[in-house]
């Protein structure tokens, strides 16, 4: 069984300081350098979106961040504009480790679609190609790190599993928006798709 170590999304904007600040996000990021030569693979991700992102509140007259919208594929949480490509606020953030990464998938950049997964967009059908990558690496297992345990971590997990992958998440090497109850939404969630939370 060959395994990969895939971190979610810690960037500048995430992190204390950033436009869309995860609390203590910051605080994992040696405990995720110390893990990296642990696996076969390390994945890095990073949102990466254009200005103007139909998921920020500032493209829609009237609504306010954190304001929930439908879109065609759904239910869209509407964020503070971040990790706006090019910006320091989307640079990862200098305490994290990059060269031992094998990928980086960038995501989020379809101007129509918000993308939470490393997977997959919210529309939940357009890949990354990061689920192709890992197989055609013979990945078995992923355990998953990062930013933030309640959005993107947990739809990473979810996809992955779906995707037949062994997923494990480390609780300790991620941190959570939690808006609304969605936290703990979110546990429950991995759980019932067969994640292992650890």
């Given at each position: 069984?060959?395994?990969?170590?895939?971190?979610?999304?810690?960037?500048?904007?995430?992190?204390?300081?950033?436009?869309?600040?995860?609390?203590?996000?910051?605080?994992?990021?040696?405990?995720?350098?110390?893990?990296?030569?642990?696996?076969?693979?390390?994945?890095?991700?990073?949102?990466?979106?254009?200005?103007?992102?139909?998921?920020?509140?500032?493209?829609?007259?009237?609504?306010?961040?954190?304001?929930?919208?439908?879109?065609?594929?759904?239910?869209?949480?509407?964020?503070?504009?971040?990790c706006v490509q090019g910006t320091?606020?989307?640079?990862?953030?200098?305490?994290?480790?990059?060269?031992?990464?094998d990928m980086i998938v960038r995501?989020?950049?379809?101007?129509?679609?918000?993308?939470?997964?490393?997977?997959?967009?919210?529309?939940?059908?357009?890949?990354?190609?990061?689920?192709?990558?890992?197989?055609?690496?013979?990945?078995?297992?992923?355990?998953?790190?990062?930013?933030?345990?309640?959005?993107?971590?947990?739809?990473?997990?979810?996809?992955?599993?779906?995707?037949?992958?062994?997923?494990?998440?480390?609780?300790?090497?991620?941190?959570?928006?939690?808006?609304?109850?969605?936290?703990?939404?979110?546990?429950?969630?991995?759980?019932?798709?067969?994640?292992?939370?650890?």
């Open positions: 069984m060959r395994n990969a170590l895939i971190v979610i999304d810690v960037q500048n904007d995430f992190c204390p300081g950033g436009a869309l600040a995860v609390p203590d996000g910051d605080a994992i990021i040696a405990g995720i350098n110390a893990r990296m030569g642990e696996f076969d693979c390390v994945v890095l991700t990073q949102d990466w979106h254009p200005a103007g992102h139909s998921s920020f509140a500032s493209s829609h007259p009237a609504k306010e961040p954190y304001d929930v919208i439908e879109m065609p594929y759904g239910p869209q949480v509407l964020w503070p504009d971040h320091q606020g989307a640079a990862f953030h200098p305490a994290l480790s990059t060269d031992p990464a995501k989020g950049y379809n101007p129509d679609v918000d993308s939470y997964s490393a997977f997959f967009e919210n529309d939940h059908t357009t890949p990354t190609g990061l689920g192709g990558y890992l197989k055609s690496r013979d990945i078995s297992d992923i355990t998953i790190v990062g930013l933030a345990l309640d959005f993107c971590v947990n739809y990473s997990a979810v996809d992955g599993a779906k995707l037949g992958f062994k997923v494990k998440v480390i609780q300790d090497l991620c941190r959570a928006i939690d808006l609304n109850g969605s936290l703990g939404a979110a546990l429950q969630d991995m759980s019932d798709a067969g994640v292992q939370l650890i």
